[in-house]
């Protein structure tokens, strides 16, 4: 089946410090990749998304390259700042019976202090 | 951006009794709406997805009697829990897609759940 494994957390950063939150996936095909964040008392929200080998998804100084070689999806960002204090999900659509379906990792908790 | 919100926010009950969450996409006409249910510390597991004016299609495991969902229009889905029990103490919460072949889902904040 299909699945997606985050790097476990909490994570704590100093601001401006290098973020980075590991996302490996299984999935049959070839499916889109999903960064949602979820600041406290929100929703998810999509940060950003990549669907097809060696695409990257951007958005607020976010980055993640979709490498279909090592099955991963791993989110950067170079210099992370208090308000990106939330929790990340990893997750991915994978095409066939499951086309639609959004499958998350366990999420990632990050807390940036000042 | 497009809005989803959840009612209510957080309820209490007691074990025996039943619980309706309300979803409603603010903003636009949603096609599709899926709940999910997300443990403490625990991924979102897809219980169920469904589609406007017909039934909602469960995923394995997930009790249809148990959980009913009910898409009456294109911007309300509840999502009623029957005969709710401790072990039904979850934070729920549904998204919303606009478009029958968009990947892209717009997430409601989520209800609290505690059956005492």
């Known amino acids: 089946g299909n699945s997606v494994t985050q790097m476990e957390g909490p994570v704590t950063l100093s601001e401006e410090a290098f973020l980075t939150i590991n996302c490996t996936y299984t999935a049959t095909g070839y499916p889109s990749l999903f960064w949602y964040v979820q600041y406290p008392g929100e929703g998810l929200q999509l940060l950003l998304k990549?669907?097809?080998?060696?695409d990257k998804g951007s958005n607020k100084g976010f980055e993640a390259t979709y490498r279909k070689e090592t099955t991963s999806f791993h989110l950067e960002k170079g210099s992370v700042q208090v308000s990106d204090s939330a929790v990340y999900f990893c997750?991915?659509?994978?095409?066939?019976?499951?086309?639609?379906?959004?499958?998350f990792g366990q999420g990632t908790i990050l807390t940036v202090h000042p | 951006g497009a809005v989803v919100s959840q009612h209510p926010s957080r309820v209490i009950c007691k074990s025996g009794t039943s619980v309706k969450i309300e979803c409603r996409s603010l903003d636009f006409q949603a096609t599709t709406m899926f709940w999910y249910r997300q443990f403490p510390k625990q991924s979102l597991m897809l219980m169920a997805t469904?589609?406007?004016?017909?039934?909602?299609?469960?995923e394995q495991g997930v009790e249809k009697d148990k959980f009913l969902i009910n898409h009456a229009s294109l911007t309300l889905s509840t999502l009623t829990v029957t005969s709710a029990h401790p072990e039904d103490s979850s934070f729920y919460i549904c998204?919303?897609?606009?478009?029958?072949?968009?990947?892209?889902?717009?997430f409601g904040p989520g209800t609290r759940l505690l059956v005492l």
């Open positions: 998204s919303a897609r606009e478009a029958p072949r968009s990947e892209t889902q717009y």
């Open positions: 990549a669907t097809k080998a060696d």
């Open positions: 997750a991915l659509i994978a095409g066939g019976t499951s086309y639609g379906k959004l499958t």
């Open positions: 469904s589609n406007e004016g017909s039934k909602a299609t469960y």
